[in-house]
């Protein structure tokens, strides 16, 4: 297939956000089917507090193993400055191509548009704003942004090459490999350059 | 897994009639059936009537849900299915108009923007141009970014069939969209 047809599909037939009102209108079907003898949300419990324990604690062990995993990986240096641009970017405040603070909808939306697969744990102290795409010559790279407080870190991810070895850590920004991919973390906000280790360590 | 554990819970929360299950089911898909529904219909009001069906028919039949394929894949068909009952029942009601008005409901009123909303339009209307089982590979293929596997099990096929319908549809969007080839991409 053509590269113009696919990325013009892949562009165009983005994933969207659900309207607010479509949980209104999904409730009061239930309140109807419930009437008509069908089941529905007429006679509802409170959930147990349980389960919101078990599902923090699941969500904190998978962050931390991410972060163990990534940073106890082999740093190399690829051919893209992926800190360099991760500091432009975090400064940049362009707009997101997908907006959206489900991590399986933002894995799913960057694999069809820059091929890298970038598990996601879901966030904690931290929310996911969204992704887009930047243009590095021939490469796409996934830029993803996420809201610390009131700081916006952006988390970049590009294919690693294997022959160059990866600076260490800058003051303000973090870089690492994993894999056959490079991960580099900025933040906007040069008096909270703690801000982007919230992403894996939300007690900070 | 995590994910799968949780998925449980919250599936058994859900069968137990607790309302912040259902809910938080909704939350978790509803971006995904949402998407689904519009890249298929094109139009916004229809996709809300598929994406209420389809929750609808997932709370109602959780309790046939036996767990044999992935959750997300389940509720990946139940919308697949709504979208295409849905186009059988229904017929559009003029589309120019509509996509006409949200140009110019569209927010600023940029050069840019028009020639966004133009394109958008023209790629959505050549999608919605193609016959249904290849319209909802195309889809699956590229607003949720599956794999060709992971969209035979959701549509009930051999991935050769899936492959085949891509080439298809490619085809004919090639065709209807080449004038869009070599323009400036907004």
């Known amino acids: 297939m053509s590269d113009w047809l696919e990325l013009e599909l892949a562009h165009r037939l983005a994933p969207a956000e659900a309207p607010g009102e479509l949980w209104e209108r999904v409730e009061s079907g239930l309140g109807k089917s419930a009437r008509m003898g069908f089941g529905g949300l007429g006679d509802v419990k409170r959930p147990r507090r349980s389960l919101w324990t078990a599902w923090s604690l699941a969500a904190m062990a998978t962050v931390a193993l991410a972060a163990g995993a990534l940073w106890l990986a082999d740093a190399r240096d690829p051919g893209l400055d992926i800190r360099q641009l991760a500091a432009r970017e975090s400064h940049l405040a362009a707009p997101l191509d997908l907006y959206s603070s489900d991590p399986l909808a933002v894995r799913r939306w960057l694999r069809a548009h820059t091929g890298l697969d970038v598990p996601l744990p879901p966030a904690t102290a931290v929310k996911l704003e969204g992704a887009r795409v930047v243009r590095h010559g021939s490469e796409r790279v996934a830029a993803i942004e996420y809201r610390v407080g009131r700081d916006t870190v952006t988390l970049l991810v590009a294919r690693a090459d294997p022959h160059r070895p990866l600076p260490p850590h800058g003051a303000r920004l973090a870089a690492w490999q994993a894999r056959d991919q490079m991960y580099a973390l900025a933040g906007a906000n040069a008096d909270r350059v703690e801000a982007g280790c919230q992403l894996c360590h939300a007690s900070l | ?186």
């Open chain 2, 1 to 186: 897994m995590v994910l799968d554990r949780t998925e449980s819970e919250l599936l058994a929360a859900c069968r137990r009639g607790e309302r912040d299950g259902f809910r938080e089911l909704f939350e978790l898909y509803k971006d995904k059936v949402y998407s689904v529904a519009l890249r298929f219909a094109g139009q916004p009001a229809e996709a809300m009537d598929i994406a209420q069906d389809t929750f609808l028919k997932l709370f109602s039949s959780l309790a046939d849900f036996r767990g044999d394929s992935r959750l997300e894949t389940w509720i990946y068909r139940l919308v697949v299915n709504r979208c295409l009952d849905h186009r059988r029942r229904s017929r559009r009601w003029l589309p120019l108009g509509e996509a006409f008005g949200s140009t110019l409901r569209a927010k600023g009123d940029s050069l840019e923007n028009v020639l966004r909303q133009e394109r958008n339009g023209r790629v959505q209307q050549a999608v919605e141009g193609l016959p249904p089982d290849l319209r909802i590979a195309v889809v699956l293929r590229y607003t949720e970014g599956m794999s060709y596997d992971e969209i035979a099990e959701v549509l009930g096929c051999a991935p050769g069939t899936v492959a085949s319908r891509l080439h298809r549809a490619h085809k004919l969007l090639e065709r209807s969209l080449a004038s869009l080839n070599g323009g400036e991409h907004v």
